[in-house]
């Protein structure tokens, strides 16, 4: 089968496309053919760090051959044997073995069954994949870590990203109140998303105009932001983290405003999974994908979502 690999730690000319062996399944998962691919930032930490590799994928030995990626959909080919949720030709999606190797940059994608779920008939492969590590982590954040409910006030930073645009959507359907922050060429998208209100981080602080959120999604780098972020919510109020854990004098300031502090880190989740595309099925979330990628240009995905400037989701289709 075709594959993706990733010669080097590096830059984009070392995902090289490839012919590999398909993959064998374990009788606990299901051989998915893979309609599309999903591209986060992770993906392109990984293709330049060592030490994300390390961290993330885990592989035995050097001599491993990578293949990155996490977020896929397709169609069951082959069903292992202990899986009864699935059959041959179901149209599945979910992410895969996050925290190690999805290996999604393939024609052939072996995955535990327990980490997808059917894909809604009335959405496409491409916005399917779209809605994987992206919304789990959004759903993750404000659902089970942060509980969210309805009247809360949810300040979503980077609202018109990944993760962005799914928060804001989840946090509406549960009757939030939701302001969210981008840069203005990204105003209209965000208010259209369902946000409330909408904060252009280039020309306001958006710790002079909140200071009462109930919860804030935090996914911008650093400790100077994640300290403004503190202004902004209410004392005995949450902030989730996709980035930083607070230091110094951060800490002292969580601690002093009672805040209740969590770093999200996404998991595989096929329970999470199908809310997710119970969601989609009934039209509370959407999937908004930007561009697609043919499998051969991947690279060129890559190098979009190294802009750090990605409006919804990019997808590979094979
Ligand atoms: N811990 C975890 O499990 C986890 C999971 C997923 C993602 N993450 C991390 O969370 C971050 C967001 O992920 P993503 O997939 O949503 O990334 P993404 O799709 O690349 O996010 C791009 C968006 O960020 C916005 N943005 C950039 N700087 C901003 C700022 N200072 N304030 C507000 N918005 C800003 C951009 O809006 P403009 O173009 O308008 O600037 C753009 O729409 C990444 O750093 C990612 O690595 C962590």
């Not at 990578?66 to 169609?75: H, Q, R, T, V």
């Not at 300290?227 to 005995?236: H, Q, T």
């Amino acid at each position: 089968m075709k594959a993706i690999i990733l010669k080097q730690n590096g830059g984009v000319e070392n995902l090289i496309l490839s012919e590999v062996e398909k993959p064998k399944i374990q009788p606990t998962e299901v051989l998915v053919r893979v309609k599309a691919i999903s591209i986060n930032p992770v993906d392109a930490f990984a293709r330049q760090n060592k030490q994300t590799v390390q961290a993330i994928l885990k592989p035995k030995d050097e001599k491993e051959v990578i293949i990155l990626g996490w977020d896929i959909s397709g169609a069951v080919e082959e069903v292992g044997a202990k899986v009864k949720q699935f059959k041959k030709g179901d149209d599945v999606f979910g992410m895969v073995n996050f925290v190690g190797q999805g290996k999604a940059y393939a024609e052939f994608v072996a995955a535990p069954a327990d980490q997808l779920t059917l894909k809604p008939k009335n959405i496409s492969h491409e916005e399917a994949t779209g809605a994987t590590l992206a919304a789990l982590t959004a759903w993750q954040a404000l659902v089970n870590i942060c509980k969210i409910k309805k009247g809360d006030k949810v300040l979503i930073h980077a609202a018109a990203g990944g993760v962005g645009h799914y928060a804001v959507q989840i946090a509406k359907s549960f009757g939030a109140y939701v302001i969210g922050t981008a840069s203005s060429t990204n105003r209209g998208f965000v208010l259209k998303l369902g946000a409330n209100e909408f904060i252009d981080y280039i020309s306001e602080k958006f710790e002079d105009k909140i200071k009462d959120a109930d919860i804030v999604l935090e996914a911008i780098a650093g400790n100077d932001h994640l300290l403004r972020s503190l202004e902004a919510v209410k004392k005995g109020g949450k902030v989730v983290s996709l980035k930083s854990s607070p230091e110094g004098i951060v800490t002292d300031k969580v601690v002093k405003k009672e805040i209740i502090f969590n770093r999200v880190m996404v998991r595989s989740n096929g329970d999470d999974m199908k809310q997710i595309a119970k969601m989609l099925e009934e039209g509370k979330i959407h999937s908004h994908i930007s561009k697609k990628y043919d499998f051969k240009d991947l690279p060129k995905a890559h190098q979009q979502i190294e802009t750090g400037k990605t409006r919804g989701k990019i997808v590979v289709v094979l």
